[in-house]
Nanobody, 116 residues
């Protein structure tokens, strides 16, 4: 079993920053990628960023490049998403994702609201 627990969401003003955390437990050795997706009201879930669990290579959605940074702490089995220069368009529920190559695991999400 795999559990992903997000934290760090909240309300922030435009231009502000938030750092999301995703603590993983269970069959972590099976992870290939860990990353973040988001879903805004009335929209489909979209990719934000991901990184190789072993090796650390990263990938970002175009809207995240230059503003968001994904990182990990292997000792804590935790992945982070540092989000800077937030805009109201970043308002969404942010979900942690673990991809084993065969199966995707998801957290329950954390709400990020950016006020103008």
């Amino acid at each position: 079993q795999v559990q992903l627990v997000e934290s760090g969401g909240g309300l922030v003003q435009a231009g502000g920053s938030l750092r999301l955390s995703c603590a993983a437990s269970g069959r972590i050795f099976s992870f290939y990628f860990m990353g973040w997706f988001r879903q805004a009201p009335g929209k489909e879930r979209e990719f934000v960023a991901r990184m190789r669990w072993n090796g650390g290579s990263t990938a970002y959605a175009d809207f995240a490049k230059g503003r968001f940074t994904i990182s990990r702490d292997n000792a804590k089995n935790t992945v982070y998403l540092q989000m800077n220069s937030l805009t109201p368009e970043d308002t969404a529920v942010y979900y942690c994702n673990a991809d084993t190559g065969l199966y995707d695991y998801w957290g329950r999400g954390t709400q990020v609201t950016v006020s103008s």
